[in-house]
């Protein structure tokens, strides 16, 4: 009677698993005059039984926990499958049992294996142990059942425990995830535009979006893939479920496994709690990878895995897990040329994301939508800015129609935005001078960030020589910039810009 109520407080007041059969099992071994006492439980998939906890203060530590050993076969896997408790002597077993040989090794005589079992369900095995034979009568092993129930009761609370600790786990991390996405996204998800060739791009979304199929969005950065790729997802039966997304490239390289796939506590210095990964959290839901050409060849394999498979594991755990979330890849580069030339991208994995490519047009190959595009921006930023922007000239509009844009959607963005900031009264002013002198540039398209920073040098200097150089004041270059003077200086010395010497 003493053991059931050490055994029921045990239950009620722990809810870690471990913790429960370090506190119960010394009581158990003591009062039933036991050798050991093993709990067995099955793995996720139900394919292998692991002995997860061991008491066995007179073992020879040949037995160790995570031995693990398969279900079929085995006699712990008998006892999980049918449900059915198995006494008797080891000599009367022929090469079964859960490590037979190892056992035999221990000393160990007779074996009581119980099922736990919890509302019809098997949830383990719990394995008690005698150094004689025929140790176990039959009031011991009707007293002995009555435990396993309760050890069963305490084992179902503990997993229930885990699952809820990890939902909660996941769901404080999509929460603070999702917030993050509101705090850095300019709510830009409408496609703007009515080219020939941006219809073509949203009629391949349109059908390859209702299926599950891998979609793998290839051009030029600042094109706007990610908003294909949130078109991808809002259109197809997952659009209630998370859209993750993570760009490959600006994660460093020995974080982007855990970011993935996630860690364990304690998988690495610094892994101070559990992590749940990006698959993980993108379940049922679209995880869109950005710059995928970026991961590492070592880690190819894995994402390999996840999307042949279905199936994953932590960083610092041997629990397989499953995903069902969708992939919608992005990359600037050519990966046919990397997987031929290069040899920095697997074969296999390009094939495997290649299901169904979509070419997003750069900016310079759809110029009829930069009207639309301008116009969308400009009231953007405008409203956002509490101003009242609402015409544009006619020889503005055709400078930017025949500019290049290198950086795209979003170097056009970035230049309207710094036009909102600098317009005065309700028309939009942009510098031509910067738009026609980089337009003849044959060097203004290699790199749309070197573009936008000329853009800018080229601005400040001319207020600069219009303000004879004076930084503060009413009148001065900051105030005519919109901006605070250590701002400007800041940006000065970024982009090189010092005040010419006096001959």
């Known amino acids: 009677m003493q053991l059931i109520l050490d055994l029921n407080n045990s239950i009620v007041s722990n809810l870690e698993l471990r913790d429960v059969l370090r506190s119960v099992s010394p009581s158990i071994r003591k009062t039933m005059r036991l050798d050991g006492v093993a709990l067995i439980l099955p793995d996720a998939a139900n394919q292998q039984l692991q002995l997860y906890a061991l008491d066995f203060p007179d073992g020879k530590g040949i037995l160790h926990q995570d031995m693990s050993r398969s279900l079929d076969g085995s006699l712990a896997g008998q006892v999980f499958r049918t449900g059915k408790p198995w006494v008797g002597n080891i000599e009367d077993l022929s090469g079964s049992g859960f490590g037979n040989w190892v056992i035999s090794g221990e000393g160990v005589k007779t074996l009581c294996m119980l099922p736990l079992t ?16 025929n140790a176990f009568t039959s009031p011991d092993i009707e007293f002995l059942s009555q435990i396993a129930g309760q050890v069963a009761i305490a084992i179902d609370n503990a997993f229930a425990y885990l699952r809820i600790t990890e939902l909660s786990d996941q769901l404080k991390q999509e929460n603070l995830y999702l917030e993050d996405e509101i705090r850095s996204e300019l709510n830009f998800e409408e496609i703007v535009g009515n080219s020939t060739a941006l219809r073509q791009v949203l009629r ?33 039966r997952r ?32 892994a101070i709690a559990q992590w749940i990964g990006r698959f993980e959290l993108a379940s049922q839901g679209t995880i869109f990878l950005d710059e995928i050409s ?20 932590r960083l610092g755990s041997s629990r397989t897990l499953r995903t069902d979330a969708r992939l919608i890849a992005a990359t600037n580069r050519e990966l046919s040329a990397m997987v031929e030339e290069e040899q920095k991208f697997r074969s296999d994995l390009f094939y495997r994301l290649n299901v169904f490519p979509v070419y997003v047009p750069p900016l310079r190959e759809r110029k009829e939508d930069i009207p639309f595009l301008v116009s969308h921006f400009a009231q953007y930023f405008a409203r956002n800015m509490t101003k009242d922007i609402d015409t544009i000239s006619a020889e503005t509009m055709n400078a930017l129609a025949n500019y290049p844009w290198p950086g795209n959607v979003r170097e056009l963005q970035n230049v309207i935005e710094r036009a909102v900031i600098l317009s005065k009264g309700p028309m939009l002013k942009i510098s031509l001078t910067d738009l026609r002198s980089k337009s003849s540039d044959p060097n203004s398209h290699i790199n749309g960030i070197a573009t936008l920073e000329e853009i800018e040098r080229r601005h400040i200097l001319s207020v600069l020589e ?38």
């Open 204 to 236: 391949q979304v349109e059908v390859v979006a209702p299926t599950n199929s891998t979609v793998l969005i290839l051009r030029e950065t600042g094109s706007g893939k990610e908003l294909i790729a949130r078109a991808v997802h809002n259109l197809s």
């Open 294 to 313: 970026e991961i590492p060849v070592d880690l190819q394999p894995k994402l390999l895995r996840v999307l042949q498979e279905r199936e994953f594991e």
């Open 239 to 270: 659009r209630n479920h998370p859209f993750v997304k993570l760009n490959c490239a600006a994660i460093p390289t020995g974080l982007l496994e855990s970011e993935l796939f996630g860690h364990e506590k304690g998988a690495f210095t610094g």
């Open 466 to 503: 219009q303000s004879n150089w004076v930084f503060a004041g009413p009148n001065g270059a900051a105030a005519k910039l919109g901006m605070k003077r250590p701002t400007l200086q800041f940006r000065m010395q970024k982009l090189g810009i010092s005040r010419p010497q006096k001959s």
């Open 118 to 133: 919890r509302c019809n369900s098997t949830l383990g095995v719990l394995c008690l142990v005698r150094l004689e034979k």
